[in-house]
């Protein structure tokens, strides 16, 4: 009979950290703000894997695992809370963006992303093909 008290526990305990991952507090503000300066700095700089590295320091999973919990459980309080947080972290980066240049440098990152991804994608085949022909 322990079991299913352990496990009510647990996941009594998940959805705290579900519910603190989806606040919106002084860290969750400065993180983003760092994350869309970073990612500013990335576009400027036509550097794909800084614009990556600032998507991952940018705290928009919290919010985004709260909505799926809010859903889940049918709390729209939480719901309307986690999506308020949400919205306000990607308006930091939409407030912090120059609007002239966004568009250019996201083609351009774009484009390079895709080569990069098939230039990948040719040495994995290449990679492979060897291994094959060489067992």
């Known amino acids: 009979m322990t079991v299913p008290v352990l496990e009510n526990q647990h996941q009594e305990t998940v ?3 579900f ?5 919106f507090n002084k860290a969750y503000l400065l993180m983003n703000v760092l994350a869309a300066t970073i990612a500013s ?3 400027f700089a036509n550097s794909p894997a800084v614009v990556i590295g600032a998507m991952i320091i940018a705290m928009l999973l919290g919010p985004i695992a709260g909505i799926a ?4 459980d049918g709390d729209m309080q939480f ?3 986690s999506l ?3 919205l306000a ?3 930091i980066g939409k407030h912090m963006r120059q609007q002239p240049t966004h568009t250019s440098l996201f083609i351009l990152i774009f484009k390079r992303l895709v080569k990069d991804l098939f230039l990948s994608f040719e040495i994995y085949l290449l990679e492979l093909s060897r291994s094959v022909y060489h067992a």
């Open 15 to 17: 959805r705290e950290n």
């Open 19 to 23: 519910r603190a991952g989806a606040k």
């Open 41 to 43: 700095y990335g576009l």
């Open 69 to 72: 919990l809010a859903l889940v």
């Open 79 to 81: 719901l309307l809370k």
């Open 84 to 86: 308020i947080t949400l």
């Open 89 to 91: 972290g990607t308006g």
